[in-house]
């Protein structure tokens, strides 16, 4: 009878979707235990992407879906998360203490590619996730000034620096090695060498997901970056207006190349709400994200605003996650962290990562 009602309870659970992956909790490997008690069950869910703004709904409607059936008088449900190493590309190995890299990328300037990749970052944060900021744009560092960072990064032994933290992320950018107005007048091969050094020489500390706001473009640089770092998958973020939408396909076709997934896309900008009256208008155009999304079968991951207070809050040095952490636009991005690494963990892991190695001594 205790076995007949388990394998019910799990046909229960196979048509409960995760609101982030799309797929339900058994077929996404979920599910890891489930106890029955007389008409009384337990269930404990592991996802593999933090959540932690949404664990308790998650819970409740896991927890509706098996009490609406009349063999099960009460159920407890336990929903936990964990992230999990993921694999990258073949024949580059895992940066330490990084389990995860994730580009923001897009195929041309003024998208609000650095805006979204810092509260991406802080998104995650807020999550419950460990995560690390790498400023990649060397030519055009704006981390610095949207994280407020200050100082010069430090080094203990003087070969690896230690990363700036502020909103409780670690972070890395040329701009804290130069001054704020100073022209990093650097062709392709001193760029990219410059990034690999802050990239493999930054004492990364235990991060879940480390975000690389990558330059805009797909020419020569961007593409020997993604051949060289170590990416678990990318995202892709464009504004609806064609032009945009145009080089933000190429953007994604870059990726596909170096065979690093792309998760989805962000359409920024995608709507303007005036502060004056409520209209809202679409002055960029109307569906562009949606309709690259489904000619590329990668989901939309989300869309935001323009909205001045992103803007101000960015220049401020205190990005919009953690300025307004309860509005409407904090929650968009927060959707955006979750789907983003939801789509990741249906990836398949690391082993590299997953198991220890195991050394032989004679003693």
Not at 229 to 248: C, E, F, K, N, R
Request: one cysteine or more; a negative charge.
């Amino acid at each position: 009878m205790t076995q007949l009602l388990e394998t019910h309870v799990r046909e229960l659970l196979a048509g409960v979707t995760d609101p982030h992956t799309g797929i339900d909790l058994v077929t996404s490997g979920a599910v890891r235990g489930v106890g029955i008690a007389g008409a009384d069950v337990s269930v404990d869910i592991l996802l593999g992407y933090p959540a932690l703004s949404v664990q308790a709904s998650i819970a409740n409607t896991i927890k509706r879906a098996l009490e609406a059936d009349p063999g099960i008088a009460h159920a407890a449900v336990s929903v936990a998360c964990r992230v999990f190493a993921h694999e990258v590309q073949q024949g580059l190995t895992p940066l330490p203490g990084v389990k995860n890299v994730i580009a923001v990328a897009s195929g041309k300037g003024g998208v609000g590619k650095s805006t979204v990749a810092a509260n991406l970052a802080l998104a995650l944060k807020a999550e419950g996730a460990s995560v690390g900021l790498l400023d990649a744009d060397i030519h055009g560092p704006s981390q610095v000034r949207m994280l407020g960072l200050v100082g010069k990064p430090d080094t203990t032994d003087g070969k690896r620096i230690e990363p700036k933290r502020n909103h409780g992320i670690q972070a890395m950018s040329i701009g804290l090695m130069i001054e704020e107005d100073t022209a990093m007048i650097w062709r392709g091969p001193m760029a990219t060498q410059a990034l690999q050094q802050l990239l493999g020489e930054t004492n990364w500390s235990d991060l879940d997901y480390l975000v690389i706001d990558l330059p805009p473009g797909t020419g020569d640089i961007q593409l020997t970056l993604c051949q060289r770092i170590p990416v678990s998958g990318a995202v892709i973020v464009t504004t609806p207006q064609d032009i945009a939408l145009l080089d933000a396909r190429k953007g994604l076709k870059m990726f596909e190349k170096v065979n690093v997934p792309v998760l989805g896309i962000v359409e920024n900008m995608s709507t303007h709400v005036c502060s004056a009256c409520g209209h809202e208008e679409h002055i960029f155009g109307e569906g562009g994200g949606v309709r690259m999304a489904a000619q590329y079968d990668v989901p939309l991951l989300g869309s935001l605003p323009l909205d001045i207070r992103i803007r101000e809050q960015a220049d401020s040095g205190t990005p919009t996650v953690v300025a307004m952490p309860d509005s409407d636009l904090a929650a968009r991005y927060r959707e955006i962290a979750r789907n983003t690494a939801a789509r990741l963990a249906l990836r398949a892991r690391n082993k590299a990562i997953s198991f220890p190695k195991i050394v032989v001594q004679n003693t």
